[in-house]
């Protein structure tokens, strides 16, 4: 079994679920998709059903393809979908792979989803895959995401200038962070006590 197949796992931690998406989360995700805050530093945008749809696609189909593992999270406390988040260029020879296309609907921002969810995803990538590398990106301008790559003990890398195209025309320069498999067991006892406080 490959890298692909071990990431496509069911996590889950008592307080969110994360699954690899399939065809019946269409209409769960389109709820809380529709939302033009999410998009603002996205490469790709949702702004009506057509965009949607064609957003939608795109995740089976990368995922179809083991381009990306993408996962629906549950909020289990309300059993509603929160959002998505991926595994994505996974390199099972260099032991590295990025954790984002990362999205909350509006009623589960601030709640601490995100934290158990990227804790889930980190500990499967560390003490499951055996990473040794897992790796984030981020439009420059969201502070917001900045900020709690940071506060999870990510370290900054850098920024790589017109790294890809926006969908107003405009070019995404990209801030890069990181956690090493030496840095994971300090970042797993801060993300527990987050998520414990949270």
């Known amino acids: 079994m490959n890298w692909t197949e071990r990431a496509a796992a069911v996590l ?11 065809e019946a989360d269409r209409e769960p995700i389109r709820s809380v998709a529709m939302d033009p805050a999410i998009w603002r530093y996205f490469v790709s945008l949702v702004s ?10 795109t995740m089976l189909a990368d995922q179809a393809a083991g381009r990306r593992v993408v996962f629906h999270i549950t909020d289990l406390s309300t059993g509603r979908t929160a959002g998505s988040m991926s595994y994505g260029n996974l390199s099972e020879p260099d032991r590295r792979l990025e954790i984002g296309w ?3 609907g509006r009623d589960f921002r601030g709640t601490g989803v995100n934290r158990h ?5 980190l500990q499967h990538a560390f003490e499951q895959l055996g990473a040794e590398r897992v790796e984030f990106k981020t439009d420059r301008r969201n502070e917001q ?3 709690a790559l940071r506060n999870i003990g990510a370290t900054e890398e850098g ?16 801030a890069y962070y990181s956690i090493l498999r030496g840095e994971w067991p300090s970042v797993r006892d801060r993300l527990t006590a987050t998520a414990d406080a949270g």
Request: proline share 6%; aromatic share 10%; charged share 30%.
């Open 145 to 147: 995401a900045r900020r």
């Open 159 to 174: 920024i790589l200038r017109s790294f890809n195209p926006m969908p107003d025309g405009t070019r995404r320069d990209a």
């Open 102 to 104: 990362s999205w909350l």
């Open 48 to 57: 009506d059903e057509a965009s949607y749809q064609t957003f939608f696609d």
């Open 117 to 121: 969810a990227k804790l889930l995803l």
């Open 12 to 22: 889950d931690n008592g307080t969110v679920r994360l699954r690899p998406v399939t």
